[in-house]
């Protein structure tokens, strides 16, 4: 029975830490240009940094106006070369508004994060 108690307590120990480095294991946004709900000029460039790398293919953001019913500004996204950033160029000067960054990264393990940027262009 003490060997039965012995080899659970083991496997509820090595469970939780396999949990515990799965979560670790998430993309998160690091950095991001323009900052979150910075009030800024027409940026030429928009960028988010990461803490891991990224999967290219499944890792983007888009750039929205909310207060014009969610009107998407085109763009083109890239990630880097070390694969920790996701950087886009807006085609033209933004109008002044607020706008909301919605990105969607992937780390190369698999695990896929998303989350918002809030900025305004004055």
């Known amino acids: 029975m003490m060997r039965r108690h012995l080899t659970f307590a083991g496997?509820?120990?090595s469970a939780a830490l396999l949990i515990a480095g799965q979560?670790?294991?998430h993309a998160h946004l690091v950095t991001s240009?323009?900052?979150a709900n910075a009030t800024i000029g027409s940026p030429k460039t928009i960028s988010l940094t990461f803490n891991e790398k990224l999967t290219p293919a499944f890792s983007k953001f888009e750039l929205s106006m909310p207060a014009m019913n969610g009107m998407k500004v085109k763009m083109k996204t890239t990630v880097s070369k070390d694969h920790l950033t996701?950087?886009?160029k807006p085609q033209g000067k933004l109008m002044p508004g607020a706008y909301v960054i919605t990105w969607h990264a992937a780390s190369d393990d698999g695990h896929k994060m998303d989350g918002v940027v809030?900025?305004?262009?004055?």
């Open 118 to 122: 809030p900025f305004s262009v004055k």
């Open 11 to 13: 496997l509820a120990a």
């Open 33 to 35: 240009t323009p900052d």
């Open 23 to 25: 979560a670790a294991a």
């Open 86 to 88: 996701i950087v886009g």
